[in-house]
């Protein structure tokens, strides 16, 4: 924060030319005006916020119930504690707070935020700050969700809040060529269709592994925001923090194309540059991006490939580039499956309007009377039209809403002449709180005109009610090169857990707080996976209870909901709130709740949770995990082939790699066998604990491959219970090679441990723990690697579903046992009762409803306000 001198001396100066700015490269960047609009340095843009002015003013609720209202480019219309002049109030407990009378506009870096002065005076104020604030931060955002505002969670004792108000307004122009909201291509081969889109809402950065890093958007131009000032229609660009010119520092390296193409079964997005190429001034800079699929990777993002004669490659590995994916489903943004197949086995609707009778069906064949291949048709005066062939490919819009297109329907007349009939089927979440009297599956025909047939689909299935387990978070340039200088991704979606629930670890020195019994059960941003007599209330994602001498949990209380996003304070360091837990012993005025702190640690795997502190109703757990760390940056020895993590000090060699003969490898291109070697000099290595991977850079003589007789090379080897590999090479000038090795051998050098390996029967085995990494010191050996084939080892004493005579009889004593039990336990009402809580069934209580932003949702109890054991109560 400049002083205040600084701040009047600004000031003076905007009041007098709003637009007017000094010279210097540093007040360029970083200056403030009363104004409702600024010119932006770089490039001369306006950017007008005048359009966000409202007369019913901007509304938001947090989870705690708070309601905060503010004004863009005025004050509210109505009185705040009975002051006129309030541009920002605070609503809480019956009570209001001006928190604003006025606002300034700021700008620093690229970020435009605005901050609403002379607040009233704050209880819990500091001598620097004693008075109320709030912050908007105005987002760049071309595609607008349906929910534009977002609320950092904050404490009850907090002066300041801030709110992310996303807006196209806070975006360069867009050019007109793109102004569309698909990005989407269908294979003709496969007859999947690929979408994109859900790609464009955050820019992606990544590093040349030289000092500069590439910003990069899909289908879309790089978002603006703090040194993510790219020209105006980039979607490639270039950002060098070592240049002094702010002019010079971004590079225009590729033109937004919505359009994605598929080129020999390649899908990719190729981009031209208006920007000549410094090293050849008679050719402009190219990009492309290849995308690759891998439904299991979390925290998707592009990485930087290679570059030969001004054209630059990226690979982004990604579930939306999966065709393969189960029919009626589609990943959204998150990397979340949305599943809406079970709607396909549901019999035919029929609607009737305007005296035609329509049929429909969901990623089926609507039946009688529509042809055999119809999705849906109408019928009047006993004739049946066509409104478009069935398909189960489930799409997105721009608010990753889910629709399904049927196409290629009987012609119809238009005024142009005629057009195949289409029918788009709109899938809109209805569960307790949203559905309307039409019920929970109310399907209504919005629209027949246009030769369209729009109909809205109420169901729970298009439901989200997941929080957001991912954000972005600003990273300052560091000497080492790894600090991006701009907004990066913080994204623990690879700790969700979908097949069991983590428990806590409770220390000594916390055990005198609780009873020997008490375990702690835990989710991230989840509700609890259903486990056999796990009674918390469904939806929990953080469960106490005490222990039997059989390990049975019971007396379980709910420690939160998944009610709040994750928040990061910095790049390594995270928080999550789990709130409205079961009413508090010691205060039954206040629900329980759960703080998890998250923070890197390389060495500890995905980490356990910790409980660290009790107190005020509220279990505190810290989490260290190397999810959470960012790339690290490996020594590559080229003499001895080690990939050497200094920081933990492992290493990994790759001549001893159960993969390679001898740090070789083997491909198939053009239809010959092609060896790559490994090792040798020019070799980059990067740890990726977000996929739980290893990426190595390299260039690599292919001759006859492109124009130049070069080949990028990146190979992934990600942790897993089997060893199979995948290779994919790509033309252009210079060819590109992706190859992902599985295999257990570098899970130890992450690590982590070998994951479990899911039998045919559903069931989970360990998978052969691997030791292939030890510390670079001293004599100690190169790593070592088990031999495996694509079939993990499992351990011997598993049992299989075949059991032995011995076994069955086992079974029948332990059956007649239980049996005995049960009559003991019969003639005590007491044990009566015991028993009763194993099989005891009620109906759930737990609704939830979207309430202004992603980052809240109110759980609505039933009307005595008391949590009841949900259908899944009994499932742990």
Known sequence: MRNISAKITALVVLLVIPLAFVTSDSDQLEFSTSECSLKEPIYGEIFNFSGLHSELGHVISSVSNDIFEFNVCGNLTRNCNNESNAAACLRRQGKEYVLGRQHELHYRNGKMFLKYLSGVKCENGTNDQPNYQLHVTLSCD???DATQLYITPYSQEACSFYINYETPLACLRIPDAVQSNSCSVHDQQTGHTFDLLPLSDMNYRTSDRQGTFFVINVCKPVLYGENSMCPVGSSICRYSPKIENIKERFTNYGTVQPKPTIENGQLLLRHEST????????????????FYCDKDVKNAHPEFAGMADCHYQFNFVTPLACNDLKPCTGIIRGNELLDLSPLSSVAPHIL?????????????????????????????????????????????????????????????????????WTTKIEFVCANNATKDKGGVDAVKIIEDSNCQLLIQYQTPYACHKQITCSVPVFVQNTADGTGSGGMENVDLTPLISASMNYEAVVPENMTEKLSKDTKFFLNVCRPLVPKYQLGCAGGSSACMAKVTASGAPEEERSLGFPLVALTASNRKRAELLYMNGDPCPEDKSMNLSTRIEFSCNMRAGRGKPVLRSIGDCQYGFDWETSVICPPHECIFNADSCDIVQDEVKMKYNLKRADFTNDGKIEIVYNSTKLTINICGQHRKALTDYSQDSVNIFFSHEAPGCGTEGQMDVHIRLICSNRTENVSKVSGGKQCNLLFEQRTAS???????????????????????????????TGGAPAASTITTTTQATTPAATVGPKGSVGTILAAILSVTACVVCLGLFAFSPARRQRVRRLFRRSGSAVRYSRVQSNEEANLLLEPNGEFTESDDDMLL
């Open 142 to 144: 071309y595609t607008l």
């Open 275 to 290: 920007t000549r190429c410094a090293s050849n001034p008679s050719a402009n800079y190219s990009s492309v991006v290849f």
């Open 352 to 420: 009737s309007k305007d005296d035609k009778n329509y049929t429909f069906a969901v990623c089926a064949s609507a039946g009688k009377p529509c042809l055999a291949n119809n999705g849906a048709c109408f019928e009047q005066n006993a004739q049946t039209t066509s409104l478009g062939n069935v398909n189960s490919n489930l799409r997105f819009n721009q608010s990753g809403s889910p629709y399904l297109l049927y196409e290629g329907g009987a012609n119809c007349r238009i005024s142009s002449g005629t057009t195949p």
């Open 746 to 776: 570098i899970c130890n050098f992450l690590g982590l441990d070998v994951p479990v390996l899911a039998d045919a029967d559903g069931s989970q085995s360990a998978a052969t723990t691997a030791t292939p990494s030890v510390p670079p």
